[in-house]
DNA sequence: TACAGCATGTAACTTGTTACATGATTCG
DNA sequence: CGAATCATGTAACAAGTTACATGCTGTA
């Protein structure tokens, strides 16, 4: 899976522009996808060159122009060929995790903190998640059902193990 | 976070060869970090010209030589350093709820025949980590702890989910 | 003898990030 | 007027992957 599945992907499902792109990207696909402008602006240029996808400008009321780009046949192929493809490994980098891994090397007082602060972002990433989720549920196919609730007992999930943690360090803590 | 980092986190820990730092990333890591031969052994080369870590080579018993790598204190500060910075997002990409995302697209059959592995796979998954858990839980740091039981807690309510998303689309399709 | 595991490394390539650069429009 | 949002793009750089290359030892 490259960036420009995951374009052709959404391209399929309505033409966007690259400004669109990335705004449904972290609206919907956060948990498990991101691409930068300094992605998705190339990529579009290379699928527009190699034919898999068009361009058209389109001029907007109180906005600048856009680019909305529509998939052509050569590119449903492409994205075809995609979807009858392995399935690749999911590859995570946490950072949060790793800290904790090596959390016995710093002061117990900034390993909570991390708790803490890592409670607290994943409390807001599981009611974003979650408002999303009942705001678009009516339009989403049953597999994307699936995956946002993947997403979110992803988080959920975490929050109790990260709580369930923090008071535990915390008691240990007091009876010293 | 860099793959310098958490391999100088790991000498912290005890000091490695670059294919036990392999071996320990896939055994205890995989979930969170991953990093290929391609990436330790060129970086193990930079930390030693660094001066972050030295170099002994190690004569074994019925196997090949090693070249175990350890901390100097140069690696220790910048590990610390590392420890000081800020927290960067989780960064994922999972093919496998791409797939998801896009399931509409595909046959119903394929559809059930992806969520069916995805089970099996989140399966062997769960169970391997959980062994490890009982198997190392003794000599673990308590953040350490947490860190494993995020790690089996997001596969099992995956499993969860997964399993309740097929016997939902298995009804679904029954009843046409 | 062939395969699996142990062990180290390189080089070309792909990919993506970050920072920079620009500019229109709306709203307070 | 300044900030926020909408909108597009580039270039230098960092990072990591894949395939290749090698060679030992133990076991079936």
């Known amino acids: 899976m ?14 966007c522009s690259g400004y669109d792109l990335k705004m449904r990207f972290e609206a919907v696909f956060s948990y498990f996808f991101d691409a930068s402008y300094g ?28 680019n909305v780009y529509s998939i052509t046949e050569r590119g449903r192929a492409a994205f075809e060929s995609y979807l009858n493809s392995d ?5 995570i980098k946490s ?11 710093v002061d117990p007082a900034v390993l909570i903190g991390w708790l803490e602060k890592g409670i607290e972002k ?15 549920e009516a339009g989403m196919s049953p597999s994307q059902r699936i ?13 109790e193990v990260l709580r369930r943690g923090l008071a535990r360090l915390k008691e240990a803590l007091e009876k010293e």
């Open 87 to 91: 399935i690749q490994n999911d590859a």
């Open 95 to 105: 950072d949060y995790l790793v800290r904790l891994f090596f959390g016995e090397m």
């Open 122 to 136: 994943t409390e807001r990433q599981a009611a974003k998640l979650q408002a999303d989720y009942e705001r678009w």
């Open 39 to 66: 992605t998705i602006y190339p990529t579009l240029a290379k699928l527009e060159k190699d034919g898999l996808i068009t361009k058209e400008s389109v001029a907007q009321e109180g906005k600048p122009n856009k």
């Open 2 to 15: 490259t960036s420009q599945d995951v374009i052709l992907g959404m391209l399929m499902l309505r033409s």
């Open 147 to 159: 995956c946002i609730e993947i997403g979110i007992s992803n988080y959920t999930s975490r929050l």
